[in-house]
């Protein structure tokens, strides 16, 4: 099961080399040690493949089109794994993962900078505010990979989120009433990405088929969430 990848998509955009090395050269790597055993290969890749979506919800077969150098690092893992399966007959499967959450989220993620922010300060400063996100908390994709895991052959890709999309606005809003605390928000322009997408949606209907269903509320996963950054930042 590979999730080793370097995922900070300005990182990434500022580090071309190095994050092909990691995530591209790092993966054909991996898939050799697959082929060599005969080993089932889970591949972690992204909603960002997809770019900017023609069509919501996003279905498996969208159009790939990256628009980052962290995206197209990921697409081309996947396009790897697809050439290993067909040439090699090994079992792979694609996990697109939409925007997760959770304790321990790295730092550059949105719901990582909010509760962080919230707990620094009077005020969170964030890019565009009205873009819209698939959010998914880890507990439910750790279940969703232990499906794919468990339940697939040959090569299939499968999309991972909730099936909702909730502005970053409203992501703010909601983590400000779980602190309790009176805290201000602004969208400052110079922090937003270059061409960020308007709205991500999943279509999970491939891997629901398998018998998985999201069970976290946003809300739920928020508070956990927040509370795992408190007692670490007290702490």
Same mark, same amino acid.
């Given at each position: 099961?590979?999730?080793?990848?370097?995922?900070?998509?300005?990182?990434?955009?500022?580090?071309?080399? #190095?994050?092909?090395?990691?995530?591209?050269?790092?993966?054909?790597?991996?898939l050799e040690i697959a082929r060599n055993?005969?080993?089932?290969?889970?591949?972690?890749?992204?909603?960002?493949?997809?770019?900017? &979506?023609?069509?919501?919800?996003?279905?498996?077969?969208?159009?790939?089109?990256?628009?980052?150098?962290?995206?197209?690092?990921?697409?081309?893992?996947?396009?790897?794994? +697809?050439?290993?399966?067909?040439?090699?007959?090994?079992?792979?499967?694609?996990?697109?993962?939409?925007?997760?959450?959770?304790?321990?989220? &790295?730092?550059?993620?949105?719901?990582?900078?909010? $509760?962080?922010?919230?707990?620094?300060?009077?005020?969170? +400063?964030?890019?565009?505010?009205?873009?819209?996100?698939?959010?998914?908390?880890?507990?439910?994709?750790? #279940?969703?990979?232990?499906?794919?895991?468990k339940n697939t052959k040959g090569y299939?890709?499968?999309?991972?989120?909730?099936?909702?999309?909730?502005?970053?606005?409203?992501?703010?809003?909601?983590?400000?009433?779980?602190?309790?605390?009176? $805290?201000?928000?602004?969208?400052?322009?110079?922090?937003?990405?270059?061409?960020? $997408?308007?709205?991500?949606?999943?279509?999970?209907? #491939?891997?629901?088929?398998?018998?998985? #269903?999201?069970?976290?509320?946003?809300?739920?996963?928020?508070?956990?969430?927040?509370?795992?950054?408190?007692?670490?930042?007290?702490?």
């Amino acid at each position: 099961m590979h999730l080793a990848a370097l995922t900070d998509v300005s990182y990434c955009n500022n580090h071309p080399s #190095k994050t092909f090395q990691v995530n591209a050269l790092g993966t054909q790597n991996l898939l050799e040690i697959a082929r060599n055993t005969n080993s089932k290969f889970i591949y972690l890749s992204t909603s960002h493949v997809f770019g900017n &979506p023609k069509q919501i919800p996003i279905k498996e077969n969208h159009p790939k089109q990256p628009t980052s150098i962290y995206s197209a690092s990921k697409l081309t893992g996947e396009i790897l794994c +697809e050439s290993y399966s067909k040439t090699y007959g090994l079992d792979i499967s694609i996990a697109r993962l939409f925007s997760i959450y959770g304790p321990n989220s &790295p730092k550059h993620l949105v719901t990582s900078k909010i $509760i962080q922010q919230i707990l620094k300060g009077k005020i969170v +400063e964030l890019g565009n505010t009205k873009s819209k996100r698939d959010f998914l908390y880890i507990d439910d994709v750790i #279940k969703a990979l232990e499906i794919l895991l468990k339940n697939t052959k040959g090569y299939n890709s499968y999309n991972i989120g909730s099936g909702k999309s909730y502005s970053i606005e409203t992501l703010c809003r909601r983590a400000i009433e779980i602190s309790n605390k009176n $805290i201000q928000f602004k969208s400052k322009k110079s922090l937003s990405r270059t061409k960020d $997408i308007p709205n991500i949606v999943a279509n999970c209907s #491939k891997i629901k088929k398998l018998g998985w #269903k999201p069970q976290m509320k946003l809300n739920d996963g928020l508070k956990l969430t927040y509370d795992w950054f408190k007692v670490r930042d007290l702490g």
